[in-house]
Nanobody, 126 residues
């Protein structure tokens, strides 16, 4: 079992920055591909970014490429999402997710992630 707890959300003006954190329980964190997703009201959950177990490989949605950075600290069982140049359309609940320890590839579909956090609200005012 893996428990994921997100933090760092809040209200920010357009053009501002936030850093989200996701703390994971368990001893298998360092072996898992991790991802960030978001869901705006009335919309489906969408992929934002993902990182492989070592941090050496990352992937981003086109909508956030160049503005967001995903990273991880395996010693702290934590992943991060640094969000810069925020836009009103980035407003959503942001979730972190973990893949199975047997899945080594980065995945873009929410269905391929095994564990989810409760989410943290990010609101960007224009």
């Amino acid at each position: 079992q893996v428990q994921l707890v997100e933090s760092g959300g809040g209200l920010v003006q357009a053009g501002g920055s936030l850093r989200l954190s996701c703390a994971a329980s368990g001893r298998t964190f360092s072996r898992r591909v991790m991802g960030w997703f978001r869901q705006a009201p009335g919309k489906e959950r969408e992929f934002v970014a993902a990182i492989n177990w070592s941090g050496g490989s990352t992937y981003y949605a086109d909508s956030v490429k160049g503005r967001f950075t995903i990273s991880r600290d395996n010693a702290k069982n934590t992943i991060y999402l640094q969000m810069n140049s925020l836009k009103a359309e980035d407003t959503a609940v942001y979730y972190c997710a973990a893949r199975s320890v047997w899945s080594e590839r980065i995945a873009l579909s929410p269905a391929e992630y095994e564990y989810w956090g409760q989410g943290t609200q990010v609101t960007v005012s224009s």
